[in-house]
């Protein structure tokens, strides 16, 4: 191979190199806050618990037309929607969500119920603050 015809090779390599160094300059982390509260859904105040602490992260998957239980939480929890849609309902107060909401539960907040009121399963991640031993939700 001749010299005069190695360089247009030698510059295509290099101008591939540094155009992916310069994109990957470009690109950065990006922290978009979802929620943030110290009160719950039902605007009661939750409060941290005596014990071993213990963090969950559970993925929930609800089909189309169930529902929990009745239900309260012992500890404080974040809730993230991720796909579908669902009402939740406490006494008389009902709220609806949907894929991109999300909401935070007390643990003072009081029996509910959640349903999937959406045409496909819908698909939660709930964050729990508690401790060992301690479980997620009491039926009621």
């Known amino acids: 191979m001749k010299l005069k ?17 310069s994109s990957l ?4 982390i990006e922290v978009i806050p979802i929620i943030q509260s110290s009160k719950g859904l039902s605007g009661k105040n939750f409060n941290y618990l005596k014990g071993k602490p213990e ?10 037309g169930l529902e929990t239980p009745i239900h309260t939480h012992p500890s404080p929890m974040l ?12 006494g008389e107060e009902t709220n609806f969500f949907k894929a ?13 119920y959640v349903k999937n009121v ?3 399963p819908a ?7 508690s401790v060992v031993g ?5 039926n009621k």
């Not at 300059?25 to 950065?28: D, F, G, L, Y």
């Open 55 to 64: 963090l969950r992260l559970l993925k929930v998957n609800i089909p189309v």
């Open 100 to 112: 991109g909401d999300a909401f935070i539960e007390s643990n003072n907040g009081g029996p509910h």
């Open 79 to 90: 809730i993230h929607v991720t796909k579908g849609r669902l009402k939740h309902v406490r």
């Open 5 to 21: 015809n190695i360089f247009p090779f030698i510059y295509f390599i290099v101008g591939t190199l540094v155009s992916q160094q």
């Open 123 to 129: 698909i939660l991640y709930v964050g729990v603050v």
């Open 25 to 28: 300059a470009e690109e950065k």
């Open 118 to 120: 959406g045409k496909k």
């Open 134 to 138: 301690m479980p997620t939700a009491i």
